[in-house]
């Protein structure tokens, strides 16, 4: 059964895409963490490390479904001839996990790509020398400032993925937050890169904060405050982090819909006593 929550009239749904391990060692990714935030980590995620030791990512995407349409929130890791096929564990499940959710390609009328960078874009442009969108009808939506620092983050995604949305006239820049034509808001979540976005979806006192690359590992649910040592800029991505979790103290109910963690959704309301104590709320 696919995982997903219903919040009004919204349902999210996770579109599993693939799963394997990081391409550094996690003491590296997170060098001030110490050995008793890994131990809550640990507790609150015990499948993010496989039995060698090593950080376990799982890579997805995520379908907001509702009354006015579809909206994808990211790609994936695409398929073999993908641009992350030099370290994820293509190809990627992604159009399986859309039929098994009964969305075709076409139903997608947008796709919010949270950042440029290859595991989150895999699926949003297909067929290498022919290159077309695969999602026929998407308006695709990247911030300004993601695109303006392109060269600094994925050069190679301008030919491989620009290009081609801008050829079809897919491709829409945003400048911060900006409401979609479903009702979700797309915040700017910027530090992991420095025009990353995520998405939040609102009905009535319950939220779902899409997060994209703002939460990656569980260590920083439980201490925002900690470094990653991809981020682009760690003080602006920390504080991203901390303004995006407190959507959970003007709301009954935060959920964040992750990309990374092992579980799609997770309770996101801060200063839990469950977050506290590394376990699951």
């Known amino acids: 059964m696919i995982p997903s929550l219903k919040v009004g009239p919204y349902t999210v749904i996770a579109l599993a895409d693939g799963e394997g391990p990081f391409f550094s060692a996690r003491s590296e990714a997170f060098p001030d963490a110490t050995s008793e935030q890994w131990a809550a980590a640990d507790r609150f995620d015990p499948g993010a490390l496989d039995t060698d030791g090593r950080w376990w990512l799982r890579f997805r995407a995520f379908a907001i479904r509702g009354d006015r349409g579809v909206t994808l929130v990211d790609a994936g890791i695409g398929p073999a001839d993908g641009p992350a096929a030099s370290w994820a564990p293509v190809p990627g499940a992604l159009p399986a996990s859309l039929a098994a959710a009964g969305i075709e390609p076409s139903d997608v009328d947008t796709v ?18 022919q290159a077309r969108p695969f999602f026929p009808n998407a308006e695709y939506l ?5 695109f303006d620092a392109i060269e600094a983050v994925n050069p190679q995604l301008r030919s491989s993925l620009i290009d081609p949305l801008r050829g079809t006239g897919q491709l829409r820049l945003l400048k911060g937050e900006t409401p979609l034509r479903g009702g979700e808001r797309v915040l700017a979540t910027p530090g992991h890169t420095p025009g990353h976005q995520s ?7 319950e ?5 994209g690359d703002v939460l990656v590992h569980a260590i920083q649910l439980l201490h925002p405050d900690l470094a990653y040592a991809h981020e682009m800029d760690p003080a602006r991505a920390r504080a991203s982090r901390e303004q995006l979790l407190l959507h959970g103290r003007s709301a009954d109910t935060l959920h964040l819909a992750t990309p990374h963690l092992t579980e799609p959704f997770v309770d996101g309301r801060p200063g839990t006593e469950a977050v506290r104590n590394g376990v699951p709320g």
């Not at 990247?142 to 993601?146: F, G, V, Y």
């Not at 998405?199 to 006192?205: F, P, W």
Request: proline fraction near 0%.
């Open 142 to 146: 990247l911030q300004q400032a993601e």
């Open 199 to 205: 998405v939040l979806v609102e009905a009535g006192r």
């Open 112 to 129: 919010v790509l949270t950042h440029l960078h290859t595991d989150h874009v895999g699926w949003a442009v297909v067929g290498g020398e």
């Open 207 to 211: 939220r779902v904060a899409v997060t």
